[in-house]
């Protein structure tokens, strides 16, 4: 235990770290010359993801608390706390009740970003009635498809030999259901989506696919701006579920050339296959943690006081510890993901003009309130995506020259707190 928990400990240790890193550049860089923005939303920006950092050091000592309580006394008091014969019955109570506790613990943190932080940036549309909802709602989804996901999974690692196999193939097949049926189910027990009204509009978008190859069951418009001011939209689902969705507040900030160079990046994943790879990539991390669980020595459940053959144990501890193997395996994700966004901007170049996707890049930084500068082991970590400067000079424009020349004019002065 005294092993593992020292493991934990230095991922704990390393989030914070790079946390600080970057928290010390934005505050250094928000006082430095506006990059991309004109300077008081430069300046805005550096603060907004200041304060995010701020709280994101906060939840990682929060975190290991959880993790120290659990593997402590946690685990042990709820087994002996648990008197039902029923092993299934049994397992499924426990993770209910230890996401539970997870869950009230960490809340607070939820409710700081999106009442206080986001609020005071002007991000936050939602209410505390709707903040209620969706929370019984997601709570809900969680008691009737999580409880059912852990009873078959708690089945398989009881009755099948090498259930890690059995498991892991449960568990990627869930995940891509989840997919499947995200944009039709899911989606729509939380937003509204209205099939796009804009003729025209529709029309361009349709051209855009066909020439890439792609079908879509139709392009919706989803009321993003109940919740939330910032921008987006996606292509979700697969096979028949496939959908294009654009958040109601990217069609009110982005001109229709800029929309449609947003799209064509989007293509550009699916022409260059990338859901495809990202799934490949994620049967292999989950095929590798699977294998990793299903070995963990039998002394370790001990030392903490559970039965090491107990379905809740494993699950448990699968919980407890693949946040510390996601942390340092996602590097490479990121980096293949990143290497992906290259190749799709310059298809959305190719296919909706390299000046709108530009102006799009730019618009969607602003709005966003996306801070165009990180330190380079934040990059590494976290950035899914290319840093913005990087992504506007592999399409042919130089910081101090045209994408200068996209800045705004000074308009307002926001002073520091």
């Known amino acids: 235990m005294l092993g593992v928990s020292i493991l934990y400990g230095l991922y704990i240790l390393m989030k914070i770290y790079i946390s600080v890193m970057q928290a ?3 505050a250094k860089a928000k006082d430095g010359k506006p990059v991309l923005m004109m300077p008081s939303k430069f300046f805005k920006s550096g603060r907004y993801s200041l304060k995010k950092e701020r709280i994101v050091i906060a939840e990682a000592f929060v975190e290991y608390i959880l993790f120290i309580f659990w593997m402590g006394v946690g685990l042990h008091w709820l087994e002996a706390k648990i ?13 209910d009740i230890f996401f539970a506790i997870n869950y009230i613990v960490t809340l607070p943190f939820t409710i700081y970003q999106k009442f206080v932080l ?4 002007g991000f936050n549309t939602s209410t505390i009635s709707l903040f209620i909802k969706d929370q019984i709602k997601m709570a809900l989804l969680f008691l009737v498809f999580g409880t059912l996901i852990v009873y078959i999974i708690s089945w398989i690692i009881l009755h099948l030999h090498n259930w890690w196999i059995w498991g892991f193939v449960f568990i990627f097949g869930v995940i891509i259901l989840i997919n499947a049926i995200y944009p039709t189910i899911i989606a729509p027990m939380f937003n509204k989506f209205t099939p796009l009204e804009d003729e025209e509009l529709k029309k361009d978008i349709e051209d855009l696919m066909q020439k890439s190859g792609f079908s879509a069951n ?38 229709k050339s800029e929309l449609l160079a947003v799209l064509g990046h989007e293509l550009g994943h699916f022409k260059h296959k990338d ?74 170049a190719e296919m909706g003009g390299r000046a709108n996707l530009r102006n799009a890049l730019l618009k969607l930084v602003e709005e966003n309130s996306h801070f165009p500068l990180s330190h380079p082991l934040y990059i590494f970590f976290y950035y899914s995506h290319p840093p913005i400067l990087d992504r506007l000079k592999a399409l ?9 020349d996209a800045m705004r004019e000074e308009c307002s002065v926001v002073d520091e707190d």
């Open 396 to 404: 042919g424009f130089e910081e101090e020259s045209e994408v200068k």
């Open 118 to 121: 986001d609020e005071e940036f």
């Open 275 to 348: 859901l495809y790879k990202n799934i490949v990539m994620l049967g292999v991390m989950f095929f590798a943690l699977f294998f990793i669980f299903a070995n963990l020595p039998a002394s370790l459940y001990e030392q903490i006081g559970v039965d090491p053959k107990a379905p809740y144990s494993v699950i448990a501890m699968f919980l407890l510890l693949s946040p510390v193997f996601f942390f340092f395996f996602m590097p490479l994700i990121n980096f293949v993901s990143r290497k992906n966004e290259y190749a799709a901007d310059k298809y959305g």
């Open 24 to 26: 010390g550049f934005i």
């Open 83 to 95: 008197d039902v014969d029923d092993i299934l019955l049994k397992s499924v109570l426990f993770i």
């Open 218 to 255: 139709g392009i919706y418009v989803m009321d993003s701006s109940r919740r939330d001011t910032r921008l987006n939209a996606y292509f979700g689902g697969l096979g028949k579920t496939k959908r294009v969705v654009l958040f109601d507040t990217l069609l009110k900030k982005l001109s």
